[in-house]
């Protein structure tokens, strides 16, 4: 009884200890999805900050759809920077 006891924590040990272990690789790859989440959002936005700057022609707009269009660019320029230092690959196929 002693026996089946001593495996049964052995084995739930094992269990918690894969659980730790796995949150963690788990967490930076939920963390390295975000950020890859993140770029194509970014990269969707300095898109349409570009189409909307097509079709604009009053001055102030103008000068709006210039602003949004590096603004988003400078975002998105930054996320690519953080994804190359944390080593993230991101699949643009």
């Known amino acids: 009884m002693e026996k ?3 495996a049964y ?4 040990t094992g269990r918690v200890s894969e659980i730790f272990h796995s949150t ?4 930076k790859n939920k963390d390295d999805q975000e950020l ?3 770029i194509h959002n970014a990269m969707e ?7 909307f700057f097509e079709y ?14 590096e603004a988003s ?5 930054y996320l690519l920077k953080k994804a190359k230092e944390k080593g993230v690959r991101i699949d643009c196929g």
Request: charge should be negative; aromatic fraction near 12%; hydrophobic fraction near 40%.
């Open 73 to 77: 660019k400078k975002r998105y320029m």
């Open 4 to 6: 089946d006891i001593a």
């Open 24 to 27: 963690d690789d788990d967490t």
């Open 36 to 38: 890859i989440r993140c």
């Open 56 to 69: 604009v022609s009053e001055p102030e707009l103008v000068d709006y759809a210039i602003f949004r269009i």
């Open 45 to 51: 936005e300095w898109c349409q900050a570009e189409k």
């Open 9 to 12: 924590f052995e084995k739930l």
